[in-house]
């Protein structure tokens, strides 16, 4: 099975607190793979050091057989690595195909185009892409809607296709059910495994467990930055030391 995505023996310290500990993971190219863990375990800061956000003290995190250890956040981007953030960061008071063309826009090749400005022309070939893919996900509101007037549930969805602008090869997702009632997760349940089916691995971050059992095939529990679970997400939840870390000894 080809990797998507080899991350080798990787620390990381905040202010001397080691908050990453030799932690690897290997993804199989079209996996859809849950990372849990208790609050602080580290969840976040693995998905910031998978996309940049923070450099690794040590250790190498390899994407499509490129070793992207050293590269900026913008750059990796273009080795296929797309995310959604734990709080929504659509720009809430642009309209859904503004924010949804800026995913197109983190493609920027360097650092300067990387400001050039957007363009909104009618009919621009990433326009229709926008749009298109709205109509894909079944997000039928008039793409010059505000953000911030479109319920919550509609916005993460949004969000995401604005991750799928930049066509990822791996998309990361930090806690996308957060926030959403139950037929909203379900409708986002329903994208993330039509954009699974088109291919993409999804690494999920995720605290509803019924959202992880459903969707999940691989599951792997973070405590205290470091690995101490990793296989089916039902066993996770009869592990020993899965069930320490949530509920004390
Ligand atoms: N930029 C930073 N500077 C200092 N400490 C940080 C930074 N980012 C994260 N931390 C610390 O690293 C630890 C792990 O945080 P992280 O946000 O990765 O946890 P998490 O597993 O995502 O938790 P939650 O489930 O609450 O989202 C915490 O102790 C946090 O305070
Ligand atoms: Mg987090």
């Given at each position: 099975?080809?990797?998507?995505?080899?991350?080798?023996?990787?620390?990381?310290?905040?202010?001397?607190?080691?908050?990453?500990?030799?932690?690897?993971?290997?993804?199989?190219?079209?996996?859809?793979?849950a990372?849990?863990?208790?609050?602080?375990?580290?969840?976040?800061?693995?998905?910031?050091?998978?996309?940049g956000?923070?450099?690794?003290?040590?250790?190498?995190?390899?994407?499509?057989?490129?070793?992207?250890?050293?590269?900026?956040?913008?750059?990796?981007?273009?080795?296929g690595?797309?995310?959604?953030?734990?709080?929504?960061?659509?720009?809430?008071?642009?309209?859904?195909?503004?924010?949804?063309?800026?995913?197109?826009?983190?493609?920027?090749?360097?650092?300067?185009?990387?400001?050039?400005?957007?363009?909104?022309?009618?009919?621009?070939?990433?326009?229709?892409?926008?749009?298109?893919?709205?109509?894909?996900?079944?997000?039928?509101?008039?793409?010059?809607?505000?953000?911030?007037?479109?319920?919550?549930?509609?916005?993460?969805?949004?969000?995401?296709?604005?991750?799928?602008?930049?066509?990822?090869?791996?998309?990361?997702?930090?806690?996308?059910?957060?926030?959403?009632?139950?037929?909203?997760?379900?409708?986002?349940?329903l994208?993330?495994?039509?954009?699974?089916?088109?291919?993409?691995?999804?690494?999920?971050?995720?605290?509803?467990?019924?959202?992880?059992?459903n969707?999940?095939?691989?599951?792997?529990?973070?405590?205290?930055?470091?690995?101490?679970?990793?296989?089916?997400?039902?066993?996770?939840?009869?592990?020993?030391?899965?069930?320490?870390?949530?509920?004390?000894?």
């Open positions: 099975m080809k990797k998507i995505l080899k991350i080798n023996d990787i620390y990381k310290n905040f202010g001397g607190i080691e908050v990453i500990k030799n932690f690897s993971l290997s993804l199989d190219s079209g996996s859809k793979v990372l849990i863990g208790p609050n602080g375990a580290g969840k976040t800061t693995i998905f910031n050091l998978i996309s956000v923070y450099p690794i003290d040590k250790g190498s995190i390899i994407i499509n057989d490129k070793d992207i250890t050293s590269l900026p956040a913008y750059k990796r981007i273009r080795f690595i797309a995310r959604s953030f734990q709080n929504i960061r659509l720009m809430p008071h642009l309209s859904v195909i503004e924010n949804v063309l800026m995913g197109q826009h983190t493609l920027a090749s360097n650092f300067a185009t990387l400001f050039r400005p957007i363009h909104f022309g009618e009919g621009s070939k990433d326009k229709l892409e926008a749009k298109n893919l709205l109509d894909k996900f079944g997000i039928n509101v008039p793409p010059e809607e505000i953000v911030s007037n479109l319920p919550y549930g509609l916005q993460k969805r949004i969000e995401v296709v604005r991750a799928l602008m930049a066509k990822p090869s791996l998309l990361l997702l930090d806690e996308p059910t957060a926030g959403l009632n139950k037929e909203e997760s379900d409708q986002l349940s994208m993330l495994n039509q954009i699974s089916s088109d291919g993409t691995t999804i690494l999920l971050v995720e605290h509803n467990m019924r959202f992880v059992n969707f999940v095939e691989h599951t792997v529990v973070l405590n205290f930055g470091e690995k101490i679970y990793e296989g089916p997400p039902l066993l996770a939840q009869k592990d020993k030391q899965v069930r320490e870390a949530y509920l004390g000894k």
